[in-house]
T-cell receptor, first 114, second 113 residues
Framework: ETGVTQTPRHLVMGMTNKKSLKCEQHLGHNAMYWYKQSAKKPLELMFVYNFKEQTENNSVPSRFSPECPNSSHLFLHLHTLQPEDSALYLC?????????????FGPGTRLTVT | AQSVTQPDIHITVSEGASLELRCNYS??????LFWYVQSPGQGLQLLLKYFSGDTLVQGIKGFEAEFKRSQSSFNLRKPSVHWSDAAEYFC???????????FGKGTKLSVKP
């Protein structure tokens, strides 16, 4: 595997389900990100992890719970979602220190909440 | 507040024609600037980036962009568009030490045969 991978690519879940999205980067980066992309809004940054530590949470509802066990893996745990949470969820990674670099994105998980 | 504006929501060009996609940002200092492309159902692919130095930067797939400080712009260009360039294009700005990106709303490019 190369680059940034995400699984699953498509997910349909009911409002009472619990599911997890997985992201893995094979680039040796030290920062990882979750973004939400919905039809009517620009890309929204949700969470940022630097060296496995969460450094940003952009007022994301608690029904989204991130986890970063190491610098290569990032999860987004989902529970009791709402239909408006249906969107494309993108993971990205980059080098943050010693200098900032560009972000590389995975293919995304298309989430549909029914 | 900092922002990125892509004024064109949808552009249609003929195959072989030239292309320019506009991007303006609102920020006091010179940010890091990026253009990404997204094909349907896919993630974002980096086309090019500007950090410093020469204000005309070359990217992949024959794209280039020019940073103009006086206009706070970073427009994307391609001299001859191919049908495979049909996609959505996003301009993004990295504002500072946090390294977080702010994206424009995107410009969807359609290519006529």
């Amino acid at each position: 595997e190369t680059g940034v991978t995400q699984t699953p690519r498509h997910l349909v879940m009911g409002m009472t389900n619990k599911k997890s999205l997985k992201c893995e980067q094979h680039l040796g980066h030290n920062a990882m990100y979750w973004y939400k992309q919905s039809a009517k809004k620009p890309l929204e940054l949700m969470f940022v992890y630097n060296f496995k530590e969460q450094t940003e949470n952009n007022s994301v509802p608690s029904r989204f719970s991130p986890e970063c066990p190491n610098s290569s893996h990032l999860f987004l745990h989902l529970h009791t979602l709402q239909p408006e949470d249906s969107a494309l969820y993108l993971c990205a990674s980059s080098i943050r220190r010693p200098r900032r670099h560009e972000q590389y994105f995975g293919p995304g998980t298309r989430l549909t909440v029914t | 507040a900092q922002s990125v504006t892509q004024p064109d929501i949808h552009i249609t060009v003929s195959e072989g024609a030239s292309l320019e996609l506009r991007c303006n940002y609102s920020y006091g200092a010179t940010p890091y600037l990026f253009w990404y492309v997204q094909s349907p159902g896919q993630g974002l692919q980096l086309l090019l980036k500007y950090f410093s130095g020469d204000t005309l930067v070359q990217g992949i797939k024959g794209f280039e962009a020019e940073f103009k400080r006086s206009q706070s712009s970073f427009n994307l260009r391609k001299p001859s568009v191919h049908w495979s360039d049909a996609a959505e294009y996003f301009c993004a700005v990295d504002l500072g030490s946090q390294g977080n990106l702010i994206f424009g709303k995107g410009t969807k490019l359609s290519v006529k045969p």
